[in-house]
């Protein structure tokens, strides 16, 4: 795997040679200092020191001796897993949920805590909070073994100052600092990632594009937002790119949370799903769906009635379906990426979002285009933000502070 080379700064590149051999003792252990030396292509006094620094940190441990060619048996070294952990934070608006992980990638544990679009931030920061200590004692975990926490959360927002900035669906929260709120009440080292960028390094870490350079991941939920990696890094332009969800599909269509008019999120979320089903039962459709109260019909709501058999459920499902697949025809022939991961509720349990999705997404792209990229589904389940969040603090960890991504 081929590194871009970090000059200047001794302390850094001292960093970056400690998490390019952790990473290969992580992917590759039991392994050799000979096999780490040659995989990086770093020399020997380099290897040895990193090696030396990691298993004094606990992070690292020698597990016998592998195999001679001729020589000494070498001694392997292998990951510690449980040396540290990071945590991994789901705020939506309607949704929090914080998970531990080991190095391994592994979940040891999962609290969720009530948050409805009108918490307020003190109080969402403080249910965090509740949910870490909770879940670091039941875990037996102690606070200094967390190498941090991760969030994903709405955009738009500024990941490098941890600000949320304007998020649509949840009110009172505009311009909240987030990350310091957060370091205040935890005393962790937290980051905060728009909720599509989170699901794209998840992707990247734990899912479908862990070989992939160049790949746009879509969240089709209560919202639709994306995130965008291209060359092997996160893609935010000059701070909020991926707003997909708000790209205009009909000129004068119903107006969207964020102002616009027309938007594939008024069009096809599961807020406007919610909202054409209430107009379709007050026209006299009939559905199982008439049974409840307006302002309850919503994602999970419409996907049960549809499984059920619904055929309002299914008919909004279908045109969901065929929006996104208009969506998912841009993004190919905008940004030609290798992969396409389709994410969130609608997406990953309604089967006709995803075949409507599928198939117009390639119909209508450049057929050039349209063979080169692979549209999947994600296979993280429910936890996919939960696992996204925690994969930015493993991959600083792991790679080094100055990339995200290999490249
Ligand atoms: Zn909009």
Known sequence: MARRMVT??????????????????????PVSRAEVRRVTGLNFTTVTNAVADLIAEDLVCEVGLGTSNGGRKPVLLTLNPTAR???????????????????????????????????????AVARIAEGVREILSAAG?????????????????????????????????????????????????????KDGNAAAAGEIWFGAGQAVNNLILIIVDDGIGAGIVMG??????????????????????PRCSCGN?????????????????????????????????????????ILQAAEAGDKLALDLLDECGRMLGIAVANTVNMYNPELIVLAGRLAQRSPIVLDRALQLGRARAFS????????????????????????????????????LFPS
């Open 8 to 29: 200047g700064n001794s302390d850094l590149i001292r960093q970056w040679n400690r998490s390019l051999v952790l990473d290969v003792i992580r992917r590759q252990g």
């Open 141 to 193: 975990v102690s606070r200094d073994k967390v190498e941090g926490m991760g969030v994903a959360a709405p955009g738009p927002l500024d990941s490098e100052a941890g600000v949320l900035l304007t998020p649509p669906n949840m009110r009172g929260w505009q311009n909240v600092p987030l990350r310091r709120l957060l370091e205040e009440a935890t005393g962790l080292s937290v980051q905060v990632e």
């Open 368 to 403: 050039v285009l349209s063979d080169q990229v692979r549209i999947v589904r994600s296979a993280l389940g429910d936890d996919f933000l939960v696992k996204g969040a925690a994969s930015l603090i493993l991959a600083r960890l792991f790679r080094g502070p100055v990339d």
């Open 232 to 253: 092997g890094k996160l893609y935010r332009g000059a701070g909020g790119a991926g707003e997909i969800g708000h790209g205009t599909l009909d000129l004068d269509g």
């Open 85 to 123: 952990y990071v945590l991994g934070c789901e705020l939506q608006s309607a949704k929090l949920v914080v998970g531990l992980f080991d190095l391994s990638g592994q979940m040891v544990g999962q609290v969720r805590k009530p948050k409805s679009p009108g918490t307020p931030p003190a109080e």
């Open 261 to 301: 008019h027309g938007c594939l999120e008024a069009l096809a979320s599961g807020f406007a799903l919610g909202r054409k089903a209430a107009e379709a039962i007050r026209r006299g459709v009939a559905s199982s769906l008439a049974a409840q109260a307006e302002a309850e019909i919503g994602t999970e709501e």
